[in-house]
């Protein structure tokens, strides 16, 4: 069964940088892309972006200039932060596994952590 | 790149059967076949239903269908059931390794 667990700080200041963390339980994480995806209160799903297992990133245009992914394949963790926060980015963060297509175009989300909340709050 | 568009809710009485849509453009979902639907109840991680518009993931009851037309997606509910009430959310591939998530949809049993 596989597995994604988010860890982190629960609360961040405005301004200061959000850092986030997900522990895959798999045994190779080469196969696959590996996503973040928030959720703001009383909102919808939006999605953040993507590390490939090469490390290769993609984001979500309108986060772009404020977010960087990574991945450590030895620790089979990947890894988000966001820089500049604002209470806009107060939301529920998963982590979720992405299953790219035979060229590696990304597919569908089959994995998803529990979520972690993080509020920006003075 | 915008969201894709569903509509805010959608209900039906148990039993029934109800469509939800999710309309794109020809560079998302009218491009790709990579369209999913995720159901999402509060409090719990989303699950993923359906995967290349109508490729059902093991697990997933044969009431839960997907379909697409040019640049809509389309997911049907039948046999509707009181824990089938929570939020669908679409996906699209949308090029340039870039995904797009619908604004969720509530589903009601009434």
């Known amino acids: 069964q596989v597995r994604l667990q988010e860890s982190g700080p629960g609360l961040v200041k405005p301004s200061e940088t959000l850092s986030l963390t997900c522990t895959v339980s798999i045994d190779s994480m080469t196969d696959f892309h590996w996503s973040w995806i928030r959720q703001p209160p009383g909102k919808g799903l939006q999605w953040i972006g993507l590390v490939f297992a090469n490390g290769t990133t993609t984001y979500n245009p309108s986060l772009k200039s404020r977010v960087n992914m990574s991945v450590d394949k030895s620790k089979r963790q990947f890894y988000v932060q966001m820089r500049s926060v604002t209470p806009a980015d107060t939301a529920l963060y998963y982590c979720a596994r992405d299953v790219p297509d035979f060229s590696g175009l990304s597919n569908y989300f089959d994995y998803w952590g529990q979520g972690i909340q993080v509020t920006v709050s003075s | 790149q915008s969201a894709l568009t569903q509509p805010p809710s959608a209900s039906g009485s148990p039993g029934q059967s109800v469509t939800i849509t999710c309309t794109g453009t020809g560079s998302d979902i009218g491009a790709y076949y990579y369209v999913s639907w995720y159901q999402h109840h509060p409090g719990k991680a989303p699950r993923l239903l359906i995967y290349e518009v109508d490729k059902r993931i093991s697990g997933v009851p044969n009431r839960f269908s997907g379909t697409k037309s040019r640049n809509t997606a389309s997911l049907t509910v039948s046999g509707l059931r009181a824990d089938d009430e929570a939020d669908y959310y679409c996906?699209?591939?949308?090029?340039?390794?870039?995904?797009?998530f619908g604004g969720g949809t509530r589903l009601t049993v009434l």
């Open positions: 996906t699209s591939y949308a090029g340039d390794n870039i995904v797009l």
